[in-house]
């Protein structure tokens, strides 16, 4: 069975720093791009990064220079280097396996497994 971990999630001032961790099991096998979405408060999920099996990258603009998507050495593990971080990125951040990039926009599939999130909140 599938499933999808994140942790790391926080209160932090403007200007701070957070870092996510995400592990992944269960999957079916297959090389899987991971990647990061979140979603504010009464808006709808947007997608945040993307690391494809390769290690390619994507990020979105908004966090594009302040935002770093890595790797662990295990197989399905991920991380989000938060930086810099602002009110405005305040949302719940989910986890992952299967994402892409569309004309500089991270997507989703049909296929992707998601993790329950971590609440990350930014204050002014």
Do not use: H
């Not at 994140?6 to 200007?15: F, I, P, R, T």
């Not at 979105?60 to 593990?77: D, L, Q, Y």
């Not at 989910?94 to 892409?100: F, T």
């Amino acid at each position: 069975q599938a499933q999808v971990v994140e942790s790391g999630g926080g209160l932090v001032q403007a200007g701070g720093s957070l870092r996510l961790s995400c592990t992944a099991s269960g999957l079916p096998s297959g090389d899987y791009a991971m990647g990061w979405f979140r979603q504010p408060p009464g808006q709808e999920r947007e997608g945040v990064s993307c690391i494809s099996s390769r290690g390619t990258t994507y990020y979105a603009g908004s966090v594009n220079g302040r935002f770093t998507i890595s790797r662990g050495n295990a197989k399905n593990t991920l991380y989000l280097q938060m930086n810099s971080l602002k009110p405005e990125d305040t949302a719940m951040y989910y986890c992952a396996a299967g994402c892409g990039a569309s004309s500089a926009t991270i997507i989703a599939s049909k296929s992707t497994y998601w993790g329950q999130g971590t609440q990350v909140t930014v204050s002014s």
